[in-house]
């Protein structure tokens, strides 16, 4: 699970946020329809993306999979409440818990809350009462079942390709 507590951020100019934004919408973009959506050189485009993966602003290319037709129908938020300072070791042991998607540490009435994803509610009541709540460290919890699930494209969006050249 990569960590997004690092301080350090990269000033992104509108190019950058450009090509962002357009990786975020296709991923599998190549740098020459990439270059042209943006009017770029290829190079400018390689160039950019080479150092925005290397910055950490891009930290992959991924398939976006959708949950109910790859057999995870099933899903819940579900919230922890941890002994204090057991945060690393509880974070450290969610991410090793199958159909735990997403794992967030906030501030809030509770301290963690998981996205999980099962293919059943049998599944999903053995994730939540069985291996979430037996984690040393987890004091409570409680779970939201997820009626329907909307996917956006985030900040992205709004960063349109603006003509941009080198």
């Known amino acids: 699970m990569p960590d997004r507590t690092s301080p350090t951020a990269t000033a992104l100019d509108a190019t950058d946020r ?4 357009a990786l975020v919408d296709d991923g599998r973009l190549s740098m020459r329809a990439l270059a042209q959506r943006l009017h770029i050189s290829r190079a400018n485009a390689y160039a950019r993306v080479e150092r925005l993966t290397r910055s950490g602003v891009i930290a992959g290319f ?3 999979v959708v949950a ?3 057999g995870l129908s099933t899903a819940a938020y579900v919230s922890l409440s941890i002994e204090q300072d057991s945060w690393r070791e509880v974070r450290d042991a969610l991410v090793q818990v199958p159909y735990v998607e997403h794992v967030a540490l906030v501030g809030a009435e509770f301290d963690v809350i998981t996205l999980v994803r099962a293919p059943d509610t049998a599944t999903l009541r053995d994730v939540v009462l069985e291996r979430l709540q037996s984690i040393p ?4 919890s409680r779970t939201w ?3 329907a699930d909307v996917e956006t494209p985030g ?3 709004s960063m349109e390709p603006t ?4």
């Open 18 to 21: 450009a090509i962002v934004a």
């Open 62 to 64: 991924t398939a976006r």
């Open 68 to 70: 109910d037709r790859a």
């Open 137 to 140: 460290g987890v004091k409570a």
């Open 145 to 147: 079942l997820v009626f």
């Open 155 to 157: 900040p992205w969006r």
């Open 163 to 166: 003509g941009t050249a080198d």
